[in-house]
């Protein structure tokens, strides 16, 4: 892979600043640049946009500290810095003629290595590059990022017939494993095949519900986690995306594809335009819709009648078909029933009459806008979150059994479909020797899946026969090269009894000769929120404290054995990483982390504190480091991080944001890519296995004592004066504050690992027969939000 050190993003428009943003994210220096405009500050255009991205919600950035990596400029001053860049991204206004004129500029400054791309969404590239030397053409193509490029996992890769075969696959590996992207391969085709589908889906779906009769409410029961789609359906999705943005896309797609059968599906209804004649937007102008207002002090949405254009409260829908359907199961047998029960179920009937023309549309559109089935399903699952893209939605509904209900319904089938069909090939993804195929439509034949060589699937493990053992909520997997994998899969992955059992034979299983060290990872959304709480609340409530008692020990032993084991031990977290998960974390030898992995000891929210050994570690790292290379260094700056760090459940948004909060040291790793984690993290233990030794045990914590002590718990008093802390708040932070400084000791003093765990289980089960704290459990397990009480 060549070496990109540098990135210039030319354009600091929504996208454009918020893709130099994400490779400030990935560790890149960025220039960001823009036009001068008229007046006296030549950069006030780009700043504007920097300005607006920095301030996006959910943050484009993932730590603050990344800001320092962005240089701004503009074209008239600044344009010889992309001299030295790597790679150029343009992501200017969305006309033909400036972007040909930016690009000659380009070609005349950057250096003949740099890889040269557009964020187009529509232009043609073949168009953009006319005019351009051979050698340009080259190593020139589109790079479509979805919006927001930090979350959205799609980049659409479109080469024109001049880019370089090693410049495409470039991109893409870059794109996967340092941006954290997936690569798809589009056509040179308006829209390319994200949005060339989506916009179809979306415009006809809203059309089809505004004739017949669908409220808002119905619509977006149905289309969402029920079908496999993100909870934001069909209108929040419009809202969330801008209706603006949504009809401006779809009527330039309707412009650009006269020859498209489909062309009249792609009009957005009248009713659309009545909403942007409104500006009733969705979120971007507080209104579209859904409203979001307050009633008697609570947050509630209300929702748009598409007759008056007025906002009214907001009515559950009565859809019979949502539990019933989820009683079926998985996602393949819910569209099956909803299928079938179309011609009397007028909810039923709406997904079907939406969701076939889409899955034949998409059919019809290929090969025009990909070469492969894989692509286009890819482009639907990382850039509209669909669980399955249409072709394996088309799986599993039957193929041909769909293509007769397509037929009855006068919907036009691809004849590469028929073909397919009649050449005895039932479906469009089928397994050859122990690997994933699809049909092609270009060659007639199933051909390999493409597969990341930085992936390692835990499933596809386990069905070669390398899970080694199993309990309902934990596992034990052979890596391979001696690396075994622990894996969790209870309820949220959370701790509990049987995730301990697996534990400990995973640490037993580090004695065998044959193994050189543990990744503690899984494929999960979340790494592990913690604890069991629902356990954690009945135990308590039940009065059997010494249960829990058992629990947190057996907790704190394991995690401490994995930290002096004598092979390396390394956690792979990504997203929700909580309370015991980040516990876990703590205690490894080495932590690979995703970038979007969200860490926190959380405990103070449910009136508890960290007991598997969370405030010791923080202790550690942050008090005694610090006290270790400036013995005489004042200790409370260092104590109140850590202390205000757990009393307030402060949850880093980042991995990076992890590391400033001190969760993460210098020697973790953050990797951009989730898919990854595994793979990384199974490197690392080979890496440290090589002459490991464990760390040293002894005296390593320094406890300030009661004097500090007094000093956090002055402040906590400071707050509670103030109204920003309960009075039950100050029972549970004056708890930690106990446990950070080491108890009753008189004066500070280096103490060892097992007199910090001893406070923080007394100080947890102390807790814990409070009723306050029970509340809190109890708010928490039925509302998924902290209680203040």
Not at 160 to 182: D, I, N, P, Y
Not at 592 to 603: Q, S
């Amino acid at each position: 892979m060549k070496n990109i050190r540098k990135v210039a993003v030319l354009g600091a428009g929504t996208m454009g600043a918020a893709i130099a943003g994400h490779c400030a994210n990935a560790g890149f220096e960025v220039e960001l640049l823009d036009i001068a405009p008229d007046g006296d500050d030549n950069d006030a255009v780009v700043k504007g946009g920097y300005d607006r991205m920095a301030k996006s919600r959910p943050p484009a950035l993932m730590s603050k500290t990344v800001a320092d990596r962005i240089r701004l400029g503009n074209f008239e001053d600044d344009f010889e810095r992309i001299s030295d860049a790597d790679w150029i991204v343009e992501a200017i206004i969305e006309k033909l003629e400036p972007k040909r004129e930016l690009w000659a500029r380009v070609e005349n400054t950057a250096k003949e290595a740099a890889i040269l791309s557009s964020n187009t969404s529509g232009i043609p590239l073949h168009e953009v590059a006319e005019g351009r030397s051979d050698a340009f053409k080259k190593r020139f193509l589109g790079t479509h990022f979805f919006n927001p490029p930090r979350y959205l996992k799609l980049l659409e890769i479109i080469p024109t017939e001049e880019t370089s075969e090693e410049v495409v696959e470039f991109v893409r590996t870059f794109g996967e494993r340092v941006l954290g992207k997936g690569g798809v391969t589009a056509k040179d085709t308006p829209n390319f095949i994200g949005n060339r589908l989506g916009s179809f889906a979306g415009m006809q779906s809203v059309t089809y519900a505004f004739e017949n009769g669908y409220s808002v409410e119905e619509i977006d029961a149905i289309t969402g986690p029920l079908v496999g789609h993100p909870k934001t359906a069909t209108f929040r999705l419009n809202d969330t995306v801008g209706l603006d943005i949504a009809v401006g896309v779809a009527e330039n797609l309707y412009e650009a594809v006269p020859e498209d059968e489909s062309r009249e599906d792609l009009k957005p209804h009248p009713k659309l335009k009545e909403m942007l004649e409104k500006n009733l937007l969705g979120n971007k102008t507080g209104a579209g819709f859904f409203k979001r207002t307050k009633r008697d002090g609570e947050t509630v949405f209300d929702v748009l009648d598409l007759e008056t254009f007025e906002h009214k409260l907001a009515e559950n829908p009565n859809v019979p078909l949502v539990p019933q359907a989820r009683e079926e199961g998985d996602l393949a047998s819910r569209l099956q029933f909803i299928m079938d029960k179309a011609e009397s179920d007028k909810h039923a009937r709406f997904l079907r009459d939406t969701m076939l023309p889409y899955l034949a549309y998409s059919a019809r559109r290929i090969p025009e806008i990909s070469d492969t089935l894989v692509d286009a399903d890819h482009a639907m699952e990382w850039g509209f979150g669909h669980k399955a893209g249409p072709f394996r939605t088309w799986d599993m509904l039957g193929v041909e059994e769909t293509v007769n209900r397509m037929k009855s319904l006068d919907i036009e089938v691809a004849e590469w479909v028929e073909e397919m069909l009649g050449a005895g090939n039932e479906n469009f993804y089928s397994e050859e020797n122990g690997r994933e195929v699809a049909y092609s439509p270009v060659s007639k034949k199933y051909e390999a899946v493409r597969e990341d060589p930085m992936y390692i699937s835990l499933d596809r493990l386990r069905d070669e026969g390398k899970e080694l053992e199993r309990n309902d909520s934990a596992s034990l997997l052979d890596l391979g090269d001696g690396v075994l994998c622990l894996e969790f899969h209870s309820r949220g992955n959370s701790i509990d009894g049987n995730t301990l059992e697996m534990g400990k034979k995973a640490l037993a299983a580090l004695d065998r000769d044959d193994v050189v060290g543990l990744v503690i990872g899984n494929e999960g959304n979340n790494f592990c929120v913690g604890a069991n709480l629902g356990e954690v609340g009945m135990a308590a409530k039940g009065g059997m404290l010494s249960m829990v008692e058992k629990r947190v020990s057996a907790l704190q032993n394991l995690l401490m054995a994995f930290r002096y084991a004598d092979k390396p031990v390394v956690s792979a977290p990504k997203g929700q990483t909580l309370g015991g998960g980040l516990e876990i974390c703590l205690h490894s030898d080495r932590v690979v982390a995703a970038g979007e992995t969200y860490m926190g000891l959380v405990e103070a929210g449910v009136g508890l504190i960290p007991a598997g050994g969370g405030t010791k570690e923080l202790a550690r790292r942050i008090v005694s480091k610090s006290i270790k290379n400036a013995p005489d260094a004042p200790v409370l700056p260092f104590l109140q991080k850590a202390f205000e760090t757990i009393a307030t459940a402060k949850v880093a948004a980042s991995g990076l944001e992890a590391r400033e909060i001190g969760f993460l040291e210098d020697d973790d790793r953050v990797v951009m890519n989730p898919e990854h984690l595994i793979s990384t993290a199974k490197r690392e233990v080979l890496d440290l296995s090589d002459g490991y030794t464990p760390p040293e045990h002894g005296a390593n914590v320094y406890a300030a004592g009661r004097s500090a002590r007094a000093a956090l718990e002055v402040g906590v008093l400071t707050m509670q004066w103030g109204h920003y802390a309960s009075e039950y708040d100050g029972v549970v932070a004056g708890q930690t504050a106990r446990v950070l400084t080491g108890g009753d000791l008189a004066l500070g003093q280096w103490v060892p690992e097992e007199h910090m765990l001893k406070l923080e289980r007394e100080g947890f089960l102390a807790l814990l027969e409070n009723s306050q704290t029970h509340e809190r459990i109890e708010a928490m397990l039925r509302t998924g939000k902290p209680l203040r009480n």
